[in-house]
């Protein structure tokens, strides 16, 4: 477990090193007034305490992405370990932290528009359209997993359609309702919860001193399917939201609305993704333990979820089981939920739309939750419809990280110069090669074409996109500097 308790030293150490760097190239102004001070409207822009906002956004940005997808990327082996302390400290954290600053500082703006800022108008409208798809398919997604898992464990018999009912007309509530009245009373309790599940996790590390891999043991690829699963960019898909996820940036404005001083920022942004990171790792190296050959229960072919009720069930007592598991479908709840609202919120920024009167907010949410609940009855209908809209949510995720990494460098390069963008321009880069591979990689039952591409050409259509976007970056540095 060595490699583990290095990891995890270094995820804390990113937070005070360089999360301080990140927050010094922004430059924060403690003496500016927020938008929660100059805007208040008592539904979204409402001032709270900074440990409350800090709760909410690890819950809303955590969802089932750490525990889920750190579980799926362990089977690639150690090289999951690498991705989530580096992804988290160089770019999920950065991106998360700038993003939400970025927001704070333009009156609580939505991510498309600021992308349509540093991007450009046509990437505003695209951006509009791929962001409400991506929150509608969180929403899915974080229906379709706590209504399984709620009908799994507690009510086996059940007709499933009963759990994605209740499911999303709370869903409906917690959308309309004011920001401090459900989710800012509540969901700290639930993010202590996601804390308190990792911390158990971690008890148990040291009670039952599981034979978790070693990094100078060889970062071979462990995937059941490792042809068709090659780390890159198979892992960097699989592991999301614990090292870097788009959705993450779509949650930093509806915090940025409630912040009080811009000092706030890195621990409630930074802070809360590594946070995340640590949840993730906890979680990888749990997994890691289980697809062993040391594993005392056999987890081949089991689905994430289904791996997490064998954890659980394996070293907690029944009670704490249970708590374990409706911690991991509160997770998910309050996720999807948040998703919906920033759907909401994108709609109404977009048309200009006052939210204050509740007729307004039923009027944009309405709509939005039909659209839900048909792809909803899909991924149920079909038996591989969840996969696929599984597959494409995880790679939409990573291509919304993608374009704001860019928007970020952006950003970066006409407000700070010497070049302070690399910060954001390397992980931007880095990404592009991954979901470029992906869609030219990966298996047509995966949702790419690699199954009529040879891998090498995948591989280098990727790339061909990844300087691309390099030249483009390169060419505004120039016409910027010709401004200037």
């Known amino acids: 477990m060595i490699t583990f308790f290095i990891a995890l030293a270094v995820l804390i150490l990113g937070y005070f090193v360089y999360g301080k760097l990140v ?39 955590a969802g089932v992405g750490p525990i889920i997808g750190a579980i799926m990327g362990a089977q690639f082996g150690t090289a999951s370990f690498l991705w989530i302390v580096l992804g988290s400290i160089f770019a999920g954290a ?103 599940m990792a911390v158990a996790i971690f008890v148990a590390f040291l009670i039952y001193k599981p034979e978790i891999p070693e990094l100078w043991s060889g970062m071979q690829n462990r995937h059941p399917d490792a042809t068709n699963n090659p780390i890159f960019p198979m892992m960097f898909i699989s592991i999301a939201c614990g090292a870097i996820s788009g959705f993450h940036a779509t949650q930093s404005p509806l915090m940025a609305r409630c912040m009080v001083n811009e000092k706030q920022g890195r621990p409630i942004f930074y802070g809360a993704m590594i946070t995340e ?73 977009f048309m200009h739309y006052d939210q204050k009167p509740i007729k307004n907010r039923l009027i944009v949410a309405v709509p939005m939750f039909v659209v839900t609940a048909a792809i909803l009855v899909y991924s149920i209908s079909d038996a591989k419809g969840f996969q696929v809209i599984w597959r494409y949510f995880a790679w939409a995720n990573q291509v919304l990280a993608t374009v704001t990494l860019w928007a970020i460098s952006v950003y970066l390069a006409k407000n700070k110069g010497k070049l302070w963008y690399l910060i954001t321009l390397i992980p931007a880069l880095f990404m592009t090669m991954v979901t470029g591979c992906f869609l030219f990689v990966a298996k047509a039952a995966d949702g790419g074409l690699g199954s009529i591409l040879p891998r090498p050409v995948g591989y280098g259509i990727g790339a061909a996109i990844t300087l691309l976007g390099l030249v483009l970056f390169l060419v505004f540095l120039k016409k910027n500097k010709a401004k200037a």
């Not at 001032?47 to 690890?58: N, V």
């Not at 600053?101 to 540093?118: F, Q, V």
């Not at 018999?157 to 401090?180: C, K, V």
């Not at 009373?185 to 639930?190: A, G, L, Q, S, V």
């Open 23 to 61: 927050e010094k190239v922004f430059g924060i102004d403690p003496q500016r007034p927020t938008p929660a001070i100059t805007m208040a409207d008592g539904v979204d822009y409402v001032p709270m305490k900074p440990w409350r906002i800090f709760l909410i956004q690890f819950l809303n940005i």
């Open 94 to 196: 950065v991106h998360d932290y700038l993003a939400g600053m970025i927001s704070l500082r333009d009156k609580g703006a939505s991510l498309p528009e600021i992308h349509g800022t540093y991007l450009g108008n046509g990437a505003k409208q695209i951006m509009r359209a791929f962001t409400i798809i991506l929150m509608i398919l969180v929403g899915v997604v974080f229906v379709n997993t706590p209504a399984t898992l709620l009908n799994a464990n507690f009510t086996q018999g059940w007709n499933p359609y009963i759990w994605i009912i209740i499911i999303l007309a709370y869903y409906l509530i917690a959308t309309l309702l004011p920001i401090d009245k459900l989710i800012g009373k509540i969901y700290p309790i639930f993010g202590i919860l996601l804390l308190g």
């Open 277 to 349: 990171g640590i949840v993730a790792l906890i979680w990888a190296a749990a997994a890691a333990y289980f697809f062993g050959p040391d594993s005392v229960v056999d987890v081949s072919g089991k689905s994430g979820a289904a791996i997490v009720g064998i954890i659980a069930n394996t070293w907690f007592t029944p009670i704490i089981a249970t708590i374990t598991i409706l911690g991991v479908i509160s997770a998910a709840v309050t996720s999807g939920d948040t998703a919906l609202r920033s759907a909401r919120l994108i709609i109404a920024d």
